[in-house]
């Protein structure tokens, strides 16, 4: 059983505070799941065969082709586009708020 203590120092590790009715229930949640992962490494696995995706799908990927840049160079990119101290000015995305 993973005891008080340790529950704690993991909490003070994620800056999580904790009651001490949460600390005993995590405790013993913890602990429970413990004994699941104990339960299955003493499992007998070595007819089972290993598998890969369990699902039987491939990535299914294309090769990389250069094309013609239809819109336009970089240079004439920029020309279309309001700058200001020489980056492009886009709509904000954050608030101030938000940033701060």
Not at 48 to 70: F, K, M, P, W, Y
């Amino acid at each position: 059983m993973i005891s008080k203590e340790e529950v704690k120092k993991i909490a003070d590790l994620a800056r999580l505070h904790l009651s001490d009715k949460e600390t005993t229930g995590y405790s013993l949640d913890i602990s429970g799941v413990l004994e699941n992962f104990e339960t299955i490494r003493s499992l007998d696995t070595t007819s089972v065969v290993a598998l890969e995706a369990a699902s039987g799908l491939q990535n299914v990927t294309r090769e990389d082709v250069v094309r013609e840049n239809i819109l336009g160079t970089p240079e004439e990119l920029l020309k279309k586009t309001k700058t200001k101290d020489g980056y492009v000015v886009v709509k904000a995305v954050f608030t101030e708020a938000e940033v701060l």
